[in-house]
C-alpha cells in the first residue's frame, strides 16, 4: 500500500508572528540565509513519498510568498489562510479535494527542523490504517499548578506528552472533521478535530529537533543551533582552455593584457570555470557542462562570471555559505602576480564573501606538457561549503 499512496503536505505560514518579537511575519524572517518556512519546505521535498506541498500563506500574502521563496515556488500549490488556523487548514485540504490524497501530513512552519524520521514514522501509522497519528514527546520537567505566585500540586506527568507538528491523517477523514467542525471553540489542532469526529489519533515518537519558534530569543537560537548543525563539503574544480591568437584573455574575472587569449564556447575564463566546478562539486549538484551546456547557443561568448554567479545562488538556495575558495592557475604566461590581488577583489565580490576567503595562486609545469608549451591553460580550484544539516 505505501508505494501506491499519495501523500500530501500542507506548510502552514498564515500566522502574523505576533508573540515572536519582531514585525516581520515569523515565517519570512531568515533562518540559516533562507526563509523559515523554505527550511520545512525543504524537509518535505526531500522526503520521498511526498508528491505534493500545499503551502498556506497570509491572506493577500501570496505574491509576497512567492518572491521570498523565488525559484523554491516551483510545484508548490500557494493558498491563502483564512482567520484562523482552522480556516487555513481547511483552505488547503479544499485545494487538495480535486487531487484526492489518501494521506495529508499537516505541518506548522514555525517548527523549521523537520527529521525525515518522523515523517516515516507518520505515514507508517496511516500505512497501518490508522486514520490519524501525531508525534509527541514526554515532559521532562516536574509540573505544578500555578496558584497565583504560589506553587500547587504536582501534576503526574507521566500520563502528559508535548505535540508537535506534522500531524498525519486519511485526507477523507481531516477533510469530514474539517467540514462537521460547528463548536464554536477554536481547536488549537488537527488531531483534536479527529478526536472530536470520533476517530482516534496514535501517538508517534516525536523528535527535540522540531522545536517551535515561538518567542522572542527562540529565533536567535535555532539560528546557532542551526550552523553548529552545519556540515562542511568540499568540492574540486579542473579545468583547461586552448590560448589562441586573436582572443581576449579573461582569467579570474579579468581581462588581462596578454598576446593571445583563452578559447571556449563562453569567454573560456578557465580560473572561474574549475571555481564554478568545486562548488558546484561541494553541493553535489553536476558539472558547469550539465547546467550550461556548451551546445546551447546562448551561452555562446557568455562572461564566465554569470555561471559563478548561478553557483553562488545554488548555494543560497540550499540554505548553505562558501566559507573558501583557493584557486591554482597553471600557465608560462602571463604572469598571475600582478593581478592576483585584483582577481581576489573580483571573485570576492562575485560569490559575495570577504577577501580573506578566496584565495588565488599560480604555478608553472617548468615548461613541460600543454601548460609548459604554451597550448593552454589550466586551473584547479577547491571550495568549501557549509550546507545545513540532513540537505
Ligand atoms: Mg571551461
Redesign the pocket.
Known amino acids: 500500500m505505501s508505494s501506491n499512496t499519495h501523500v500530501a503536505a500542507i506548510i502552514l505560514a498564515a500566522g502574523s508572528g505576533s508573540r515572536s518579537g519582531s514585525s516581520m511575519p515569523k515565517q519570512y524572517r531568515a533562518l540559516a540565509g533562507r526563509p523559515l518556512l523554505a527550511h520545512s519546505l525543504a524537509a518535505m521535498r526531500g522526503h520521498g513519498r511526498i508528491a505534493q506541498i500545499v503551502l498556506v500563506v497570509p491572506a493577500g500574502g501570496e505574491a509576497e510568498g512567492r518572491a521570498l521563496l523565488g525559484d523554491r515556488v516551483d510545484r508548490l500549490r500557494i493558498v491563502e489562510g483564512g482567520e484562523t488556523r482552522r480556516l487555513s487548514v481547511h483552505n488547503a485540504l479544499e485545494a487538495l479535494v480535486p487531487d484526492a490524497p489518501d494521506h495529508v501530513l499537516i505541518h506548522d512552519s514555525a517548527r523549521p527542523r523537520l527529521p525525515s524520521a518522523v515523517i516515516d514514522r507518520l505515514l507508517a501509522a496511516l500505512d497501518g490504517g490508522a486514520k490519524g497519528a501525531m508525534p509527541v514527546l514526554p515532559v521532562a520537567d516536574t509540573l505544578v499548578v500555578a496558584q497565583e505566585a504560589l506553587a500547587g500540586d504536582v501534576v503526574d506527568r507521566a500520563m502528559l506528552r508535548r505535540v508537535q507538528t506534522p500531524q498525519a491523517f486519511d485526507f477523507a477523514a481531516i477533510l469530514a472533521a474539517h467540514r462537521g467542525w460547528t463548536s464554536a471553540q477554536e481547536p488549537t489542532d488537527d488531531a483534536q478535530m479527529l478526536r472530536a469526529a470520533g476517530q482516534d489519533v496514535l501517538l508517534v515518537e516525536g523528535d527535540a529537533a522540531l522545536e517551535k519558534i515561538t518567542y522572542p530569543g527562540d529565533h536567535e537560537r535555532m539560528e546557532l543551533q542551526l550552523s553548529e548543525a552545519m556540515v562542511s563539503r568540499t568540492g574540486m574544480g579542473f579545468?583547461?582552455?586552448r590560448l589562441v591568437a586573436g582572443e581576449e584573455l579573461w582569467l579570474g574575472g579579468l581581462l588581462i593584457p596578454h598576446s593571445r587569449g583563452l578559447s571556449?564556447?563562453?569567454d573560456?575564463?578557465?580560473a572561474i570555470?574549475?571555481l564554478v566546478d568545486a562548488i558546484l562539486g561541494a553541493l553535489a549538484e553536476g558539472d558547469?557542462?550539465s547546467h550550461f551546456p556548451p551546445s546551447d547557443p546562448q551561452w555562446r561568448g557568455a562572461r564566465?562570471e554569470h555561471f559563478l554567479a548561478y553557483a553562488v545562488e545554488r548555494v543560497a538556495a540550499r540554505g548553505g555559505r562558501i566559507d573558501h575558495v583557493d584557486v591554482t592557475i597553471i600557465c608560462e604566461a602571463p604572469k598571475i602576480g600582478p593581478h592576483r590581488d585584483a582577481m581576489r577583489r573580483r571573485l570576492a565580490e562575485i560569490l559575495g564573501v570577504a577577501e580573506g576567503r578566496v584565495s588565488v595562486k599560480a604555478t608553472t609545469t617548468e615548461r613541460l606538457g600543454l601548460t609548459g608549451r604554451g597550448e593552454g591553460i589550466a586551473a584547479q580550484a577547491v571550495a568549501t561549503v557549509r550546507l545545513p544539516e540532513g540537505d
Open positions: 579545468d583547461v582552455h571556449g564556447h563562453s573560456a575564463d578557465v570555470h574549475a558547469i557542462g564566465s
